[in-house]
Nanobody, 115 residues
Framework: QVHLVESGGGLVQPGGSLRLSCAAS????????MGWYRQVPGKQRELVAV???????NYADGMKDRFTISRDNAKNTVYLQMNSLKPQDTAVYYC?????????WGQGTQVTVSS
């Protein structure tokens, strides 16, 4: 199993930036992909971005121009840099890891974009 802890959420004004972090512990060597999802009340959780161990990335439509996913393998941490934030980006952001253990989720971190 893998344990994930997100940080970096908060309140930001429209047009601002945030960087989310997700630290992984446990069966790190069994991870083959890590990513970020987000969810607003009443809607399904949706993909934001994912990065596979070979470094390749996949972004949801409309995310790549403002969001960047990256990993620091030495720190077992995945990041999500979010720029030019919009009110519609307001959501709980979840980190996930896929691997031999299946799928693990973090507890989520709230991002609120508002003036």
């Amino acid at each position: 199993q893998v344990h994930l802890v997100e940080s970096g959420g908060g309140l930001v004004q429209p047009g601002g930036s945030l960087r989310l972090s997700c630290a992984a512990s446990g069966k790190i060597n069994d991870i083959y992909a890590m990513g970020w999802y987000r969810q607003v009340p009443g809607k399904q959780r949706e993909l934001v971005a994912v990065q596979v161990n070979d470094g390749s990335t996949n972004y949801a439509d409309g995310m790549k121009d403002r969001f960047t996913i990256s990993r620091d393998n030495a720190k077992n941490t995945v990041y999500l840099q979010m720029n030019s934030l919009k009110p519609q980006d307001t959501a709980v952001y979840y980190c996930n890891a896929d691997g031999l253990f299946g799928r693990s989720w973090g507890q989520g971190t709230q991002v609120t974009v508002s003036s």
